[in-house]
């Protein structure tokens, strides 16, 4: 037997409810009685409904400003002056429910989407910003996912697993919180998504931001290849806008053997005190020596491979040295001296020619860099040749990197 407190706790399960008992009694003059006075309607059939204790206001649907109270309540507790924790609840999820179904409603008409990700410890949030077609900015959270690492799926895994369920769950309709057995839990029935929202969604991603963490960029590299693909670009915009590692195998290649790899020879000068001082002992030969003093190599920093890139094709002579004295130093059964051999070995005529030409370029666009920024004057001739060669990658290079990272 169901009794009223039941319901009133959300405390009904399936099994307990008849479809007959239904039946009789809305049948019932309570039960008509009840449903206009709910709906603060009067009635017409008897004079019983228009009684003032069957049309009071605390018996109907809740007021605006009960709606307001709960709104800006800071606790997720009970508001003594509206209603208890089971139903401030419930008003708190349907308030949630409308403001993502407006958002989704309006982001159908987004013509570009970023999306921007953070994680603290083991919690993960995704945000997400739009304009739509009539230049409206919209803001909103995809989600929240607590322990989105785990010992199955670690690092960049884990992130890229949690970014992509939470766009997934984005995109699922809505169901009630499951508590005091308002909702059944069904393990073996997921939320259904919407593929169409889905798939408008991830291709309409256009920027994807993130720190500058190692696993938070590769997460986002991998996803670039996936579901999260976007839009297609120009060719010479692709190239100015992605990660330099994946622009040309040549330079992927340099970056793995210089820098990523274990023992590699970035690793060795920025840890190694000793061969450090090898390294500034060479370095102090060139010409331009003053340019850089290390080769500020962080690896938990992302951008920190493009400027460890950009000042061994400087120092190349220096690094080539040192690469050449590491064997004899650390000998060359160690770990360090095996790692330098196989990268003096990689590095044939053709890749140091390419080096060479790489530093040579940075050379000549920092001494025009300078120039610009001392005389703060350029000619129609000049800025012609800059913006021919800025259609070759090392120029697009200097451009953006010469100025930061050299001065």
Known sequence: MVQR???????????????????KHADSPAHQIAARAFSKGVGKEGAECTEPSLLDDDGGAPSFLEWKQVLHEPKLHAVNSVAATGKCRM?????????????????????????????????FLLRLRCVTDSLEILTGTIGLKKHAGSVQAPG???????????IKAFCCKEVPPNYGGLR???????????LQFCHMLCGRIEAFAADSAADEQLAARELQGGLLAGPAVPRLQEELTQFLSSLKSFLKSCVV???????????????????KQLYEDFRAKLPDAPCGKDLRYAPQRYASESVTLLRICISFEAVLATLSCVPDVRSASSDEGAACLHTLQWLDTEKCLQLGMLGGRLWKSSAWWRLRTRTKRISSSSRFTWSTSGRSWASSLLKACACKFLV
């Open 5 to 23: 407190h039941q319901f009133a706790r959300y405390e009904v399960h399936g099994g307990e409810l008849k479809l007959q008992r239904f039946q």
């Open 257 to 275: 053997e210089f820098m990523e790899k274990q023992h590699s020879i970035a690793k060795i000068i920025t840890f190694k005190p000793a061969i």
């Open 156 to 166: 960049s895994d884990g992130l890229r697993e949690a970014t992509m369920s939470c």
């Open 184 to 194: 059944v839990k069904n393990p073996d029935r997921e939320p259904e998504l919407d």
């Open 91 to 123: 008003m708190r999820w349907c308030i949630t429910t409308a403001h993502r179904r407006a958002l989704k409603q309006k982001m159908r008409d987004a013509l570009c989407i970023s999306i921007q990700q953070d994680m603290r410890g083991n919690r």
